[in-house]
């Protein structure tokens, strides 16, 4: 009994010495809780903002720079037709030797296109026809979501010196333009 007593009388001093967290020491401890995670939220939600712009910019450089060197790859192999620039849009009309095909590239405030049209075997540029009649539907080649635009320039041969065509693209994302330009020389496969 004895010992039951002491183990008592123990228990309550401890308990008794034991105290917990008031109210106020709690209050404290859940606002500075709170101080953090909000802190660490903000730094989070920037970086993700961050990463979403830097993709937006990449995905509308890729769409640019492919959009360029497909135009490239095809007007090297072509003999130029014609250049038209009309209220805004551009239309560089050609002659690809490589696939014997009629295109034209046209380039509005946001897209840039590819216009084949349903002329059966041709074999030069006199047996193209550029008119709305012969022309199938244009197929963007740059990305729907991105605002890709862009002119052409041409410099025509002269002798023995080739043609060239200047490409100027501009990949639009937001507030920020980027800008790209290549000039690809004509083959001698007429002179425009």
Known sequence: MLIKKKLKKIKKNYLQKKKGFTLVETLVAMLLFTLIVVMVSGVFMTFLKNYAIVRNVQRSTESAQF????????????????????????????????????????STADTITVTFTDDSNPVSITDCHFVPAHLRTAQQITAPEVAVSGSFTIVPSIGPSRGAVRIILTAAEGNAALRMQTTVSLRNFGII
């Not at 002659?95 to 014997?100: A, G, P, V």
């Open 67 to 106: 959009a360029m060197n497909l135009m490239a790859k095809t007007i090297r192999t072509s003999q130029v037709a014609n250049l038209v620039q009309v209220a805004g849009a551009t239309q560089l009309d050609l002659f690809d030797f490589s696939q014997n095909v009629c295109l034209r590239y046209a």
